[in-house]
């Protein structure tokens, strides 16, 4: 198909400073309940435009949007230059999930949209500190749709939690670019059910028969799949609280999974996080093909539940659509949907290691029987002490002399003279001379 799509440039205030028309090639893919990525080839860098931290967005298409993350550029102007980025949902990469001020975990009993948004927003957009929130991001109100599930957080990823809860309800997540009023708006989607099964709407079928499939691929695994969540709560050893989802499978045909749930106080949250756990394990029954480009986003979209029939491979199912990739090159314009569950990344499948893995409880023993005494240490050594004026001397006993150390200060400073004392009393006895010549010693009486 004949299409040709211009790339728009915002700076990081999102006001709009350029054009793109021409270029080598350009691949958008957009996915249902994460983040997408672009590259665009161009020869040249336009300076301005096309820095990191800047947006993107397709012609006027408030979702087809993204920030650049990584520019390739070298001396052979035969290669053209490469812009590498992701989707505006890879903000919420960016974040962690903060329990509210006082409380060791966000808790939720409510439907999935409600605490998607409720994440998004004290996380990310409208945080308690001003310096965690996202300039320009706002979060669309709440329709409260998906089932209402008991859910906790503390310190995980922001962008798993919301994966996690939109696997777990089908809804998705975009966010969109607003160059009018100049806003990142967060929002969650909801698919359309155009599968054969239903009757409100025409169906959406592509199938082979019908020349609307081309360049198929058909993945069906189920190396990863769990379907029986063995969820442990609080306590320890056989005290510990365990609920089973999934219990009903057996045989060969039974899948465990352990989830260490000790941090739920309420035992009732157990069934939910089980089945939280269970979505991020399903089977991968996916079906990538290219697809009539005439069709996208007027008979159907991303997120949208499908019917695919493709005979030769045995497919025969009514899926959502979870990704779409679209490109842009010498050969025009084509799209490729992938359906049912997208198959996970390299850097996914290493991330997941670990994640489930029980944590080894310490169960204590009864007390075990005392140990047999020890060998006798080598003899110790004394040490002896003689005074010597002010001087204290130490020596060992094995030593022939006293090491000395003088216990007394240097001597201080002459003080200040002291103020003058009270005048005395006069003298008790006084001398007199008589007319004769004689010494006389009398005797004074003190009446005081």
Same mark, same amino acid.
């Given at each position: 198909?004949?299409?040709? &799509?211009?790339?728009r440039?915002?700076?990081?205030?999102?006001?709009?400073i350029?054009?793109?028309d021409?270029?080598?090639g350009?691949e958008?893919?957009?996915r249902?309940t994460r983040?997408g990525?672009?590259?665009i080839f161009?020869y040249?860098?336009d300076?301005?435009?096309?820095?990191?931290?800047?947006?993107?967005?397709?012609?006027n298409?408030?979702?087809?949007t993204?920030?650049?993350?990584?520019?390739?550029n070298?001396?052979?102007?035969?290669?053209p230059a490469?812009l590498?980025g992701?989707?505006?949902?890879h903000l919420?990469?960016?974040?962690?999930?903060?329990p509210?001020?006082?409380?060791?975990?966000?808790?939720?009993?409510?439907?999935?949209?409600?605490?998607i948004?409720a994440?998004?927003?004290?996380?990310?957009?409208?945080?308690?500190?001003? #310096?965690?929130?996202?300039p320009?991001?706002?979060?669309?109100?709440?329709?409260?749709?998906g089932?209402?599930?008991?859910?906790?957080?503390?310190?995980?990823k922001?962008?798993?939690?919301?994966?996690e809860?939109?696997?777990?309800?089908g809804l998705?997540?975009?966010?969109e670019?607003?160059?009018?009023r100049?806003?990142?708006?967060?929002?969650?989607?909801?698919?359309v059910?155009?599968?054969?099964?239903?009757?409100?709407r025409p169906?959406?079928?592509?199938?082979?028969?019908?020349?609307?499939?081309t360049n198929?691929?058909?993945?069906?695994?189920?190396?990863?799949y769990?379907?029986c969540? &063995?969820?442990?709560?609080?306590g320890?050893?056989?005290?510990?609280? &365990?609920?089973?989802?999934?219990?009903?499978?057996e045989?060969?045909?039974?899948y465990e999974l352990?989830?260490?749930a000790?941090?739920?106080?309420?035992?009732?949250?157990?069934p939910d996080?089980?089945?939280v756990s269970?979505?991020?394990?399903?089977s991968?029954?996916?079906?990538?093909?290219?697809?009539d480009a005439?069709?996208?986003q007027?008979?159907?979209?991303?997120?949208?539940?499908v019917?695919? &029939?493709?005979?030769?491979y045995?497919?025969?199912?009514?899926?959502r659509?979870?990704?779409?990739?679209?490109?842009f090159?010498?050969?025009g314009?084509?799209?490729s949907?992938t359906?049912?569950?997208?198959?996970?990344?390299i850097l996914?499948?290493?991330?997941?290691v670990?994640?489930?893995?029980?944590?080894?409880?310490?169960?204590?023993?009864?007390?075990?029987?005392?140990?047999s005494?020890?060998?006798?240490?080598?003899?110790g050594i004394?040490?002896?002490?003689?005074?010597q004026?002010?001087?204290?001397?130490v020596?060992?006993e094995?030593?022939?002399?006293y090491?000395y150390?003088?216990?007394?200060?240097p #001597?201080?400073?002459?003080?200040?003279?002291?103020?003058?004392?009270?005048?005395g009393k006069?003298?008790?006895v006084?001398?007199?001379?008589?007319?004769?010549g004689?010494?006389?010693?009398?005797?004074e009486v003190?009446?005081?």
């Open positions: 198909m004949d299409r040709h &799509i211009n790339v440039f915002f700076d990081r205030e999102l006001n709009f350029g054009e793109l021409a270029y080598a350009l958008f893919i957009s249902w983040y990525e672009f590259k161009v040249g860098i300076q301005k435009q096309m820095q990191k931290g800047h947006y993107i967005m397709l012609d298409d408030r979702r087809k993204g920030i650049i993350k990584r520019i390739q070298g001396d052979d102007q035969d290669i490469e590498d992701f989707t505006l949902a919420l990469t960016q974040r962690i999930t903060y509210p001020a006082g409380r060791a975990y966000h808790e939720f009993n409510a439907p999935a949209e409600d605490i948004c994440l998004v927003r004290a996380n990310a957009a409208d945080t308690a500190d001003p #310096r965690r929130s996202i320009l991001l706002e979060v669309q109100a709440s329709q409260g749709r089932d209402r599930i008991h859910y906790q957080t503390r310190y995980d922001l962008e798993d939690a919301v994966q809860l939109c696997e777990a309800s998705g997540i975009a966010v670019l607003d160059p009018d100049k806003k990142l708006v967060f929002l969650v989607l909801e698919g059910d155009r599968s054969s099964r239903q009757t409100e169906p959406m079928i592509f199938n082979v028969d019908y020349d609307n499939v198929r691929e058909y993945v069906s695994d189920i190396s990863e769990k379907n969540a &063995i969820t442990a709560g609080q320890e050893g056989a005290d510990r609280k &365990i609920v089973v989802v999934g219990n009903e499978a045989g060969v045909d039974r352990f989830v260490d000790r941090d739920l106080e309420d035992e009732s949250q157990l996080r089980g089945k269970l979505a991020e394990y399903a991968v029954d996916s079906y990538s093909s290219t697809v005439g069709q996208y007027t008979k159907w979209d991303l997120g949208d539940i019917a695919t &029939i493709d005979r030769e045995g497919v025969d199912m009514d899926e659509v979870v990704e779409v990739t679209e490109a090159d010498e050969n314009y084509t799209v949907p359906f049912g569950t997208a198959q996970k990344t996914e499948k290493v991330q997941d670990g994640k489930n893995e029980p944590i080894i409880e310490g169960i204590k023993g009864d007390a075990g029987d005392p140990g005494q020890g060998e006798p240490g080598p003899q004394s040490l002896q002490y003689r005074w004026g002010t001087q204290l001397g020596k060992r094995d030593e022939a002399s090491q150390t003088d216990l007394q200060g #001597r201080g400073e002459q003080g200040e003279q002291g103020i003058q004392g009270l005048p006069p003298p008790a006084s001398f007199r001379i008589n007319e004769e004689h010494l006389i010693m009398s005797e003190d009446d005081t």
